[in-house]
């Protein structure tokens, strides 16, 4: 059963809706976050785990340095506090994915508190959203639902695999976003691409979302046009890609304007967001069930950091994407416009290296943004994952600049070239691609070609330079696409003893 | 040697023994695996293993083929002249809630029967480098919770001094084993004096060591910060030798300190030498020499104790722990809190049995609920509700927080005692042995048995027990225990085993020389049941 | 006096997971009851701007550097499995559906 909802614009005619967001963050360490298991995606079930892993009797956990130090850049990244001493803390709940059946995370000291994220929407206008801490913690297993469609519901029996049970998280919790009123959807789904942005560009995650190495909790409270108080939220689980989050955003303040509307409270609760039916259902009311009596992880000591250490991470960190932008778009002269689709045509990183490679600022443009980007639209995949490298760009560039190919052959060669025939050079000498440059067998072509149409010759002849455009055509019809047309133009005017 | 005499060596004499040639790892071996068939008895209920046996039922499992393999694997290595570890060969027993590969570990409940460890604790991993043959897996109360034994899913141990009496916990087996002649030696686990209690009971010696000084990894966990791996023996000196063998950092155990292991066994030699406590200052806690319920008899042999380190040159002070008093209570609440936690991952999915629920909906959650009412005990279960409450939102600050900070009170109260004397000294246990059956029932009378015990584990610092004579009134055993400060253990070799010599210079030898035979025990019963 | 009653009893065994029976809560209301009292008195103990313990030996950044070790097999995983299907843990339905 559907729930009631308002049209987004009567609910933001009424309401101003507040965010809020715990994104999960996979860390692709090699190891677990507390002992040495791989980190794996993929792997058959229930074989990358140790006695640790599945919480055996008699095991200790262990603290993966590499998940502290990704944490430490992931806080410093977000303009954090890192905290001088930070602990672990058990939280209690018993749930058969959860091999120990509590989960090791940060409770009252986590790793990093009181940061903030400039997030930057479509058209360029930029949200400040506080960032109230980022803790470590552990994955749970992964569950599958036997019979009843794969889902919970109706099934009569779930299967565990423990491979992902112990992976590094880090949780970033934002505090309330308020303000972002109409753009609240846009901005649900411009923060979560600014996280992924983050961790991606601090190499800590793969930040695939289809893998669930970004996952989002997106909290939505409304509060009536005018008011102060913060209203009644619900949290919607596991909202795994941008598209999703933005929509699942919006039917949430949607369904909260209906109830709202109709006088009733909002029920404080997790919901869940279909994917199928762009919904979000019922989960699971809060009540006192979700005691998880936490308490400090008698396991494990207190990670404490010095400013050495800090600054040696710091120093380790990369230059933010945001500034990044900022830079390589005045290194590369682009106009606004120019910059935008290449940023939003995910090439900005293909770009910078084919630069780096050899090719100028346009030439490396020209190429990513034309024909790389429609073969990979054609072949239905990012331009980015085409498999079209900086070096082959630059040989391409490079094979036109010589004039051996023309921009149309060039094209050609790419198309080659992804099919695994070689380098381009490889490709224009196995396929005799090379422009016709035999002086003699284009000579008789224009001869040919001259023959065959007198009366534009004449004109030519005549001074009407510009006629000669029909004569080329001819010739490079002749061969094949393969002459240089510039030096067929001067052939022509040549042998009509016409000065160019 | 004859069995009785093979089985009667100290571990350092039995590998005096080994190492000499005049025994063989594989006779010393077999002389314990007989004496263990002999002493055991018969299953009083054939179905019904939580009866126990006829004898002392310290042993739930005996690994009498792995053991022998071991012994030969040392016998061929001595004879071909390569270099071994000073106890290979000499036997020793595990408590079963320390994991162990090829063997069964139980904890000695339900919830584990049939659960096979695949992999070694790093205590256990590291007899087997030092080539001691393991005898097999000792008795205990349900994953170490209790002070009698008598909480095993498989029938309690009985105490060779006398069979109807407790033999203390949660160790009673390991400590029944080392005082009965079945093993020289015998790991435990110590949360809240799991090791020095049943020591203490059975005239025996049981170590703590210092928090962190024994690699926890593979000790199925009872209370974290509390529970510590020991060494059983009948000897100051054996229990010196068996703990530089376990001793030494473990990078599996976020716990486990860096300090080199040792020298104990030197210093214990060195305290037992004529004059060896010269100096020492020997701190008696007078909140436990006044303690509430102290038995005369143990009161008088402690007395007696103090007065033979005077003797032996050490200077007798009196030392106050002013907030021993809120211990008890504190070590409840964090013990109960950690158990309620470290327990939640025995929920029949991943190992152990699994029970359904006798009527309903069969949904995962009741059948957690249904395997976890089956698989525990009632002191477990108490434990657990105990922990679950502490911790629950709106009872922290009021429990477990203010625990925490009683904990910093203790430690505080030991520094400062420390800091006026080398050890502290008290009796082990306010009691001996108590019939087995008194106290079952009563779970706050039982846990007052610990009072001298627990601020040890609070605390961390280590702590030993002795052998402090027989009681006058029933001629049962009575341990002193020394307590010295963190990292300071082989303080307390030395400090031990000068008590021990003294004591023993007294007695005219060991106080278990005294111990009646098990079997002659174990006849007298059968007898007198079936009159 | 702390006085725990059935009810809240009932709530920290379901909190705890452990199924107890109408008897069962009620000898163990008894029992808690006596305990608590016993172990209250911590807060009587002087612990103001007393820091808490939860180690007995201070120590930090005990960490471990990132790499792979041996686990275990699939087939070591599974071996104490009480059910088990195609290499998986198998456990009963989540949601009760009747």
Not at chain 1, 418 to 441: I, M
Not at chain 2, 281 to 287: A, L, Y
Request: net charge negative.
């Amino acid at each position: 059963m559907s729930d009631e909802t308002l049209s987004f614009d009567e609910a933001l005619a009424k309401y101003d809706p507040v965010l809020g967001f715990e994104v999960h963050v996979e860390l692709n360490t090699r190891t677990k976050m507390f002992d040495a298991a791989p980190n794996a995606f993929g792997d058959v079930p229930n074989t990358n785990t140790t006695p640790v892993s599945l919480g055996l009797p008699g095991v200790l956990p262990m603290v993966n340095r590499t998940a502290v130090e990704s944490a430490i850049k992931l806080g410093l990244a977000l303009g954090c506090e890192i905290a001088p001493v930070s602990e672990f803390s058990r939280k209690n709940y018993f749930y058969p994915d959860t091999p120990k059946n509590f989960q090791t995370s940060q409770y009252d000291k986590p790793i990093a508190e009181n940061g903030s994220l400039d997030v930057e929407l479509e058209d360029g206008t930029v949200f400040t959203v506080d960032i109230e801490r980022a803790h470590m913690e552990e994955d749970a297993g992964k569950l599958s639902h036997m019979g009843g469609a794969g889902r919970i519901q109706g099934a009569s029996y779930s299967l565990v695999d423990y491979n992902r049970a112990g992976v590094p998280l880090i949780e970033i919790v934002t505090r309330p976003i308020r303000g972002a009123g109409e753009r609240a959807p846009e901005l649900a789904r411009a923060y979560v691409a600014a996280i992924r942005e983050i961790v991606k560009n601090l190499g800590i995650s793969d930040a695939r979302m289809e893998r669930g190495n970004v996952r989002c909790d997106a909290n939505v409270s409304l509060m009536p046009k005018g008011a102060d108080t913060l209203g009644t939220r619900t949290e919607t689980k596991n909202v795994n890609s941008m598209r999703s989050v933005e929509r699942a955003v919006r039917y949430e303040i949607c369904r909260h304007a209906a109830v709202l509307d109709s006088g009733a409270p909002i029920v404080q609760e997790t919901r869940h967001w279909h994917e199928d039916t762009r919904e979000t259902t019922s989960g699971r009311p809060k009540s006192d069930a979700d005691d998880y009596r936490y308490f400090p992880e008698p396991d494990l000591v207190p990670v404490v950091t010095d400013a050495e250490w800090i600054e040696r991470l710091r120093a380790e960190l990369p230059e933010p994407p945001a500034e990044r932008r900022r830079r390589l778009k005045a290194e590369w002269g682009y106009s606004e416009e120019e910059f935008r689709d290449v940023v939003n045509a995910g090439v900005m990183d293909q770009i910078e290296e084919t630069i780096a490679t050899g090719a100028s600022a346009a030439v490396a443009r020209k190429w990513w943004m034309g024909e790389i980007s429609r073969l990979a639209k054609q072949r239905e995949v990012e331009p980015g994952e085409l498999g079209v490298t900086p070096a082959t760009v630059v040989e391409l560039n490079q094979l036109i600049e010589k004039g051996e190919i023309n921009d149309k052959i060039a094209r050609q060669v790419l198309e080659h070239v992804l099919d695994d025939e070689g380098t381009p050079a490889e490709v224009v000498e196995k396929r005799g691609l090379a422009v016709v440059s035999d002086e003699g067998a284009l000579s008789t072509a224009v001869d040919e070609a001259l023959a065959a149409m007198p009366d534009v010759a004449e004109k030519i002849r005549g001074g009407k330079v510009q006629a000669a455009g029909a004569v080329v055509g001819q010739v490079m019809k002749a061969t094949r696409g393969q002459a240089d047309a510039g030096r067929v133009r001067e052939l022509i005017l040549q042998k009509l003893g016409v000065e160019g | 040697m004859s069995r009785n005499e093979l089985v009667q060596l100290s571990a350092a004499a039995a590998a005096a023994k080994l190492a000499a040639g005049e025994v063989s790892s594989e006779e010393l071996t077999r002389a314990h695996l007989e004496h263990i068939a002999s002493t055991e008895g018969e299953a009083l209920d054939a179905a019904d293993r939580s009866r126990g046996t006829s004898g002392l039922n310290s042993f739930l499992h005996v690994a009498q083929e792995e053991a022998l393999a071991t012994a030969r694997g040392v016998d061929a290595s001595r004879a071909a002249g390569d270099d071994l570890h000073p106890l290979a060969g000499v036997p020793v027993a595990v408590k079963d809630n320390i994991v162990t590969r090829g063997m069964p570990t139980t904890a000695a409940s339900r919830m584990l029967e049939g659960w096979l460890s695949p992999y070694d604790a790093t205590v256990v991993a590291k007899l087997r480098e030092a080539r001691m043959p393991i005898l097999g897996k000792t008795n205990l109360d349900e994953f170490a919770m209790g002070s009698s034994t008598e909480h095993s899913a498989f029938g309690a141990t009985r105490n060779p001094w006398d069979l109807d009496r407790i033999p203390g916990g949660s160790g009673g087996g390991s400590a029944a084993a080392v005082a009965a002649f079945q093993a020289p030696l015998a790991l435990g686990s110590d949360t809240g004096g799991s090791i020095r209690q049943p020591a203490a009971v059975t005239g025996s010696v049981g170590v703590h060591p210092t928090y962190g000084s024994v690699s926890r990894y593979g000790a199925i966990a009872m209370a974290s910060s509390l529970d510590q791996i020991g060494p059983h023996a009948r000897t100051v000196r054996d229990a010196a030798l068996l703990h530089e063998v376990l001793g030494g950092h473990d990078p599996r155990d976020a716990t486990s300190l860096k300090d080199p292991v040792g020298p104990y066994a030197a210093q214990a030699a060195e305290g037992a030498a004529e004059g060896g406590l010269r100096g020492m200052r020997v701190g008696v806690v007078k909140e436990l020499l006044d303690a509430e319920g102290i038995q005369a008899g143990v009161s008088q042999r402690f007395r007696e104790s103090l007065e033979a380190l005077r003797a032996a040159g050490a200077e007798v002070l009196e030392v106050s722990l002013p907030n021993l008093r809120y211990s008890l209570g504190a070590y409840y609440l964090i013990m109960s809190s950690e158990v309620s936690s470290n327990l939640a991952k025995y929920d029949g999915v991943r190992f152990g049995s699994r029970t359904l629920p006798e009527d309903g909906p069969v949904t995962i959650e009741r059948v957690m609920a249904a395997t976890r009412a089956a698989g525990f005990n009632p002191e477990a279960k108490r434990r657990i509700i105990l922990g679950t409450y502490a911790l629950s939102a709106g009872y922290y600050d009021q429990y477990y927080g203010a625990a925490q900070k009683v904990r910093t009170l203790v430690m505080r109260d030991f520094e400062q005692a420390f800091g006026q004397v080398d050890v502290l000294v008290s009796p082990t246990s306010p009691t001996t042995a108590f019939p087995v059956g008194e106290k079952v029932e009563d779970p706050l009378a039982m846990y007052l048995n610990d009072i001298a015990t627990i601020p040890v584990n609070l605390a961390g610092v280590p702590a030993i027990s002795v052998p402090g004579g027989l009681a006058p009134e029933n001629g049962l055993p009575v341990g002193v225990q020394f307590v010295a400060p963190v990292r300071e253990d082989a303080r307390l070799y030395r400090a031990a085993a000068g008590l021990e010599a003294a004591l023993e210079a007294e007695w005219g030898g060991p106080l278990l020389d005294r111990l009646p035979s098990t079997e002659s025990l174990i006849s007298a019963r059968t007898e007198g049941a079936a009159k | 006096m702390s006085a725990i009653s059935r009810d809240q009893v009932a709530h920290l065994a379901n909190l705890a997971r452990i199924e107890m029976g109408d008897q069962e809560l009620d000898l163990m209301a008894a029992e808690l009851d006596v305990i608590v009292d016993a172990v209250a008195s911590v807060a009587e103990a002087p612990i103001q701007d007393v820091p808490p313990t939860s180690h007995p030996i201070a120590m930090s950044n005990v960490l471990r550097e990132d790499v792979v070790e041996e686990g275990l097999t699939s087939e070591e995983a599974l071996m104490n499995a009480p059910d088990a299907e195609d290499g998986q843990f198998k456990v009963p339905a989540i949601l009760n559906e009747d």
